[in-house]
């Protein structure tokens, strides 16, 4: 009985568990959104002022302040999502069960892409409102193209964060590694969100999303490999 | 006998190089179009080919610390000064590639720099391989090596982007000379010069490689010695 019980909780079901316990620690303390969200509402009101654009240059930069802005709150909020698990050796216990890091790697990602999900969602019209933007290409393509830069985005600086929570001075070596990786992914998620907004039909085949995508299963698939290796490094 | 042999190799690799700036500045014909500005080839080209072989040895060496680092530590260590220092010397010739394109750039093109997916790449390259040098500034130990290792393992993904990229979008940086299409090829003194320039500076590259191996390994020896009376003090 007990075999088969732990046969159906297949890996689909450990990440479920992990990625319920997260979302419950989020749900009590709600740490990562309020933060994350009071400092993406900070980056977008700063760089309005700093710039004090009018409404065509406001359609050319608007992608990049969006994609500054999400990167900057996440890894705040991604230095949390690993240091938490370190208090009272949670993060040593969590190793112990069988599920092996994979797992919990995957939820780790997921609920964090949730939390990250949610704030641009907040975000997002507020941003609308503050530069005026008008867009002039296909809207729908945003659903797709921000999702795709914010799972590059969480998935790298999930994997990122558990590599530096090692190391003296944690929370500056993040950025310093997870930028220039993330870098090929910004570059993308930028120049498409640009075609989109000024309709300029510089990318017809959509040539940058492609990209973005080809970026998102090759580097998961390399953190969920080497996960274990990050996790059991002693 | 080995001294012997040492002062012969220092001898022959600055005959090498010697000859090597010979060819490129004095016996290569002078470009028709740029001029004497185009002789910067012979050295732009070279570093940008060998750091490709020094980040591949960072990247050899850091499987290897990842496969031997429970089965065999004192070769894992070995295998980690060889990450270390290719990384190092990568660092180096990509420094190299990064300043002398410019100075290229500068007169022929008229700007210094310029965003293109060439350039990208390498920055990028540049930038990832020392977040992994400053990896090992911050974090200490066997856990570090691994840690690094698996960085390492990130930075190798950029590397066929980076060899990619002006074959497979169009840039200002010029398409390639070597296997490139129909077109690229080169005159056969200016093939010569540039092949005796990448094999002196690749011997000269792989000379300081082995050197700084040769210090990383007497340093990792010491360390270990200090460990070992630390404890033995205890």
Known sequence: MTAARSNELSWAGLVWSHLRKDLRIEWRSRDAINSMLFFALLVVVLFSMAFDPTQATSREIAGGVLCVATLFASVSALNQAWAREIRHQVLDALRMTPS????????????????????????????????????????????????????????????????????RSRELLLPLILFPIFLPALLAMVLSVNTILTGDNSDPDHLFIKMLAGYDIVFTTVSLLLFDTVIEAE | MKKLLIVLATLGILALMAWGFDQ??????????????????YYHVPHGILCYLFFSIN?????????????????????DAWALCGAEVGVLYCTVNLVTGPLWARPVWGIWWT???????????WLIYVSYLLVRRFAAGSEMQSLAAVLAVFGAIDMPINYLANRIWRTQHPSPVLGGGPDSGLAPPIAAALGWNVLAWAVWGLAVLAIRVYLERRQQRIDSADEAAALAAD
């Open chain 2, 24 to 41: 490129a500045i004095f016996i290569a014909p002078t470009e028709a179009t740029m001029g004497e500005v185009q002789r910067i080839f």
């Open chain 2, 59 to 79: 990247f050899v060496a850091s499987m290897l610390v990842l496969s031997w680092r429970r089965s065999d530590p004192a070769r894992a260590m070995a295998a």
């Open chain 2, 115 to 125: 965003w293109d997916a060439r350039l990208t790449t390498t920055l990028i390259l």
């Open chain 1, 100 to 167: 092996g890091g994979a797992a919990m790697f995957l939820a780790k990602v997921l609920a964090n892409f949730l939390f990250v999900g949610i704030v641009q969602c907040i975000l997002g019209p507020i941003f609308f409102i503050f530069y005026n933007l008008h867009p002039l290409g296909d809207t729908w393509l945003l659903a797709l193209v921000i999702p795709l830069g914010t799972w590059a985005l969480v998935s790298n600086g999930t994997f990122f964060a558990a590599l530096s929570i090692r190391s």
